[in-house]
Each structure stands twice: as structure tokens, then as C-alpha cells.
């Protein structure tokens, strides 16, 4: 007898961000007040023009108020990072168990993923405490796939359903971005501080055939180009590092996965009808454009996602899928994810509204 073989399925997608919020313009004016004297007059210049870029008017922070990011010692700046990945991910975790009216008790299994910060027990072992899951629940942390890290996330939680009767997996993504804050005389700091959030978001996986079915996913990793998007320690303290090749070396990447995913499955762009691609930036968003051949109504939610809550890493991409929640999804409509991030690593992942 031939084994059939198990489908998942998206039950939820939910998104948490902090409650504070700066416009472009108040952090531009925050960054030279305090940090001018660091800055020489050609990145001086950089910085006031990517802040005034109209791609991004405002974003979220993990912060009382942008003095808070002054002077913050490896201390603060941790307990910062695990007050707020914890308390983000259980607000997403939360909203998205109470859309489908889902029990805690129904949770068997957990995967969560960030880049931004790292404890030991992982946000995991707090989650399963904070939200009252079994604790015979098989969880696992995952880190260091950086803004792409909802996918690798998503393939492992679907591995995970698939090799389950029954019961609810959480896949969740969590960033606080602020909590790698930087600044000197750097471009690279500059865009970082220019375009990343904080954010998380949480979706729920179940083998009922309802919400959209988990149909393939691909992945493409440029090791080569690993220098170009990374995060290095100087002086035990993360540093973003952000080549300016980076939206030539993504749109290959992106495409190569996208094109790889579409050849299994034996698609054609044309055949997606919602793309649900990372906000890594104007620039980025507009390469993948033209090397995909995209049109610029396929990207609308990317754009107005970047324009509302800026670069929130890994977790910007679920924001992205709600949006196009939002716009109306039509049963039988494809969707495509696609991240991209550290390693130098691109990402895809097919849903099919059911």
C-alpha cells in the first residue's frame, strides 16, 4: 500500500510590534544631535539623504524613547532584548491561537528564530512558561539566518506537522533590532539605522485543510558572498556589516530560489498571483522587481509594509502575508514568500489559499 503523504496547512498569521514609534525625521534629527561629531561630511551628507528617502516614513522601537539607546551597557541592552523578544512573541503567539480559537494545551511543538540577541535558555523555554504550553512540547531555537529567517523557521515547523497525527506548531520570529544599535563613522551603520525595527510575528500550522496549504519551498545559499550581510563583533558588541553590492548579489540569490521553486513545481511567475517579498530596502525591492519581472502592483503591501514598519528582519515578512490578507486572498490564489539574509542566503516558500 502506498503512504500518502501528509499535508500541512497555515491555520493564522499575527504580528506584534512595541509601542513606540519615530518618524524618519526624528530619528535623522536624534542621530546628528548626538552623533554628528562622529560622522565625516560625505556620510554626514548619506545620512540625511537616505533618511529623507520617502520609502520609509516611520518605524517601531523596543524603547521608551530614542535616549534610551544612548550609553546602553551589554547588560541593559540583553535584558532589553529578552523582556521584549519574549513579550512580543507571545502577543503574536496569542492573536494568532485566537483567531482560530486554538487551545495552549493543543500547542505540540515550537519553533522560534532571531538574529538580534542571545540567551541561554533560548526565548523558547520563557514562551512555553509565559504561555502555559505542555511541557512535554518539542521546541527548538533557531539562530543566525538574519532577515530571512521566517522561512528556514516555517520548513522546519512544517517538518515537524508532518510527522504529527495532530496538534498545533507555532512558528515564530522575533527581532529587536534596537538591541544591536550602533553608530560611528560607518555606512553600513548608517543604513542599518535608517531602515531596521523591531517586530515579531507568530503563525499557526495544523493538519486541517483550511487556511492555506503548505505546498513546497526552496532555498540558495551565495556562501561566497557571506561577508556581504552579516553582523561582526567588535568589542564583544554586534555590528551590522551591509555591503553596497548587496542588491545585486540578493536579486541573484532571490531569483535563483524563486526559479528553483518554480521549476519543481512546475510554475511559471505569471502562475503566482501574491508575492510577499522582505522589505531589505528600496533598492533591494527594486532589483528583485526586474530580475523576476515583477509588476509594481505585486508589490504593493512589500512597499507600503517598508513605508509603515521600515526593516524588521525575519519577522517582516509574515507582515507583509497579512497585508495581503488584507488586499483578499481568493481560494485557490497562490502566494509566494520570499526572504533573503545572512549567509548570504535566499528563501521561498508556496501557499496555496484554500
Not at 551589554?74 to 486554538?102: C, G, Y
Not at 556589516?241 to 526559479?259: F, G, I, M, N
Request: aromatic share 8%; with cysteine; charged share 20%.
Amino acid at each position: 500500500m502506498n503512504s500518502v503523504k501528509k499535508k500541512t496547512y497555515l491555520a493564522s498569521i499575527a504580528v506584534a510590534t512595541p509601542p513606540y514609534i519615530a518618524n524618519q525625521t526624528k530619528a535623522e534629527k536624534f542621530l546628528i544631535k548626538y552623533y554628528s561629531n562622529k560622522l565625516n561630511a560625505r556620510n554626514k551628507t548619506i545620512l540625511h539623504k537616505i533618511f529623507s528617502h520617502p520609502s520609509i516614513k516611520q518605524r517601531r522601537f523596543a524603547i521608551k524613547n530614542l535616549g534610551c539607546l544612548l550609553n546602553e551597557d551589554p547588560d541593559e541592552r540583553i535584558s532589553r532584548f529578552t523582556h521584549w523578544a519574549i513579550e512580543l512573541s507571545a502577543e503574536a503567539a496569542i492573536k494568532a491561537m485566537n483567531k482560530v480559537d486554538i487551545k495552549m494545551s493543543d500547542v505540540s511543538g515550537l519553533v522560534v528564530n532571531t538574529c538580534t540577541g542571545y540567551i541561554c535558555p533560548g526565548i523558547s523555554t520563557f514562551l512555553i512558561e509565559k504561555l502555559g504550553l505542555p511541557p512535554q512540547i518539542q521546541a527548538f531555537d533557531l539562530v543566525g539566518s538574519g532577515c530571512g529567517g521566517a522561512i528556514p523557521n516555517l520548513q522546519m515547523a512544517d517538518l515537524m506537522m508532518r510527522d504529527k497525527s495532530k496538534g498545533i506548531v507555532l512558528s515564530i520570529s522575533v527581532e529587536i533590532c534596537s538591541a544591536t544599535f550602533q553608530m560611528d563613522d560607518d555606512p553600513s551603520l548608517i543604513v542599518s539605522n535608517a531602515i531596521f525595527a523591531d517586530g515579531a510575528s507568530a503563525v499557526a500550522l495544523w493538519s486541517r485543510p483550511e487556511g492555506f496549504e503548505m505546498v513546497s519551498s526552496s532555498n540558495f545559499y551565495a556562501t561566497e558572498h557571506r561577508d556581504a550581510i552579516r553582523y561582526i563583533y567588535k568589542n564583544g558588541q554586534l555590528h551590522n556589516h551591509l555591503s553596497v553590492r548587496l542588491p545585486r548579489l540578493v536579486k541573484e540569490a532571490a531569483a535563483k530560489a524563486v526559479r528553483s521553486l518554480l521549476k519543481t513545481s512546475s510554475l511559471r511567475v505569471e502562475d503566482i498571483k501574491h508575492w510577499a517579498i522582505h522589505t531589505g530596502g528600496e533598492k533591494i525591492i527594486d532589483a528583485i522587481k526586474n530580475e523576476i519581472g515583477l509588476s509594481e502592483n505585486q508589490l504593493q503591501a512589500t512597499r507600503r509594509v517598508l513605508a509603515e514598519y521600515g526593516n524588521m528582519s525575519s519577522p517582516t515578512v509574515w507582515f507583509v502575508a497579512r497585508e495581503l490578507l488584507r488586499n483578499g486572498i481568493e481560494s485557490g490564489d497562490l502566494c509566494l514568500l520570499v526572504t533573503f539574509g545572512a549567509g548570504l542566503s535566499a528563501h521561498a516558500f508556496l501557499l496555496r489559499k484554500m
